[in-house]
């Protein structure tokens, strides 16, 4: 295993992700996931996922990658985050030894992807980085296959492992949790900062990014900060980048809140496109903003119903009506 370091007394250093986690002989780390065995820091959830399904891409979410294909979802036990609000806390909270999983190689993983012609493998369900050596040899194995490769991820990972898996990434989808640092410690048990060192580097790496944003009631609604957020995406990324606001509802350790007003996630998308985000969608609401459109001439690019596809009206990655260049990987 990469990504840590020998301490005096056969402890371990993890420098896998901003928590560095130093673990005693047979201490786990707080995602759960890596242990010290005998002074050397060991994987729990290698080859072990608890999680595979077939998905189409627009559910990780991508709105703007590959629309209408499929993609291999996985993931494992575990995250080095620990968010009130977990949606998955059922795994991604837990230590492996909990979660019934099945064994499945890398091999194994790449050729049930082709299998059921998927055209890409999305690391997801928790955050991938706590399954890095597993992520890191399928995805290499995929990359060789023709296959693409997605993280979904919290982006809470260190500079050298995240440069090193960078070139056969192709795609991700960042949960940029909320804009203020306090809010990230108190909520999520994060820092801020490194999340968005994560998402600078991979737009530098030419990795396609969207942008998901929870929006909680009384936590991380204030539009003063989703400006800020907004204005930093626009100036540190892109204004083509695809901007997903979700609503929030009761869950985990977050149950004695309501659910977001819909009025709420509406204006901070109208925050959004005043702040020059072109292509802004909602999650978790009824009536969705969920089909792109140019944002030259307003005609409807993809029509989605759900996350089925309906049409595409994309030709050379240009509106076909207007012919405005429409940033995203559309084949």
């Known amino acids: 295993m990469k990504f840590y370091k020998h301490l005096k007394d056969n402890q371990v250093l993890c420098e896998l992700c901003p928590n560095y986690c130093v673990l005693s002989k047979g201490q786990i780390s707080s995602c ?9 820091m060991i994987s729990l959830t290698y080859e072990k996922p608890c999680a595979i399904n077939i998905d189409p891409v627009e559910k990780k979410p991508l709105y703007h990658y590959l629309p209408g294909s499929k993609t291999l979802s996985i993931g494992t ?16 909270q837990e230590n492996p030894d909990n979660i019934k999983s099945t064994h499945n190689t890398a091999e194994q993983i790449v050729e049930l992807a082709l299998k059921n012609n998927c055209k890409s493998i999305s690391y997801t369900y928790n955050e991938p980085t706590v399954f890095y050596e597993y992520m ?8 060789a296959s023709g296959l693409k ?13 995240l440069m090193e898996i960078a070139p056969y990434i192709d795609a991700a989808n960042i949960d940029l949790k909320c804009f203020k640092n306090v809010t990230y410690k108190s909520l999520f048990k994060g820092e801020l900062k490194y999340v968005l060192e994560t998402i600078s580097k991979l737009f530098k790496y030419n990795v396609w990014i969207e942008i998901t944003n929870l929006v909680i009631p009384e936590k991380t609604d204030n539009l003063k900060m989703i400006e800020e957020m907004c204005d930093w995406i626009v100036k540190n990324v892109t204004g083509d980048t695809p901007l997903h606001f979700s609503r929030f509802f009761p869950l985990y350790n977050m149950q004695d809140l309501y659910p977001t007003p819909v009025n709420t996630i509406l204006k901070a998308c109208k925050i959004a496109k005043n702040k ?17 459109v140019c944002p030259n001439c307003n005609n409807i690019l993809i029509r989605r119903n759900g996350f089925d596809i309906d049409k595409i009206n994309i030709k050379n990655s240009e509106c076909e009506n207007c012919n405005h260049q429409i940033s995203g990987v559309w084949e």
């Open 32 to 40: 759960n996931a890596r242990q010290n065995i005998n002074g050397e």
């Open 77 to 92: 036990a575990g995250c080095n985050l620990h968010c009130k609000n977990c949606q998955n806390y059922h795994i991604s």
């Open 136 to 143: 890191y040899e399928i995805a290499k194995l995929a990359k």
């Open 149 to 161: 490769n997605i993280m979904v991820s919290n982006g809470y990972i260190n500079s050298d492992p």
């Open 276 to 292: 020059g985000i072109k292509y802004v969608y909602t999650g978790n609401v009824k009536e969705q903003i969920k089909h792109t």
